[in-house]
């Protein structure tokens, strides 16, 4: 589950205990981010466009996230 708070994007497993801290990120260029704190420190998330522009997927350490669940490609 991905949110923006307090200024940062952030992502936290939706079963996650309320203790555990969320990945957050820090802008790493044009559509790609940084996970500068959390237990995947140092991984990369791009935003992935569409020919139009349009955000089609995330990819998080180089797994897919999308809005529908999928089988690797």
Not at 14 to 35: I, K, L, M, N, Q
């Amino acid at each position: 589950m991905f949110s923006y708070r307090e200024g940062h994007l952030e992502a936290r497993h939706a079963d996650a205990p309320p203790t555990r801290r969320p990945a957050v990120f820090a802008a790493d260029g044009e559509d790609s981010y940084r996970v500068e704190s959390g237990r995947e420190r140092g991984e990369r998330l791009v935003v992935v466009r569409d020919g139009q522009g349009k955000v089609s997927e995330l990819r998080w350490a180089g797994y897919p996230v999308t809005r529908t669940p999928e089988t690797f490609k």
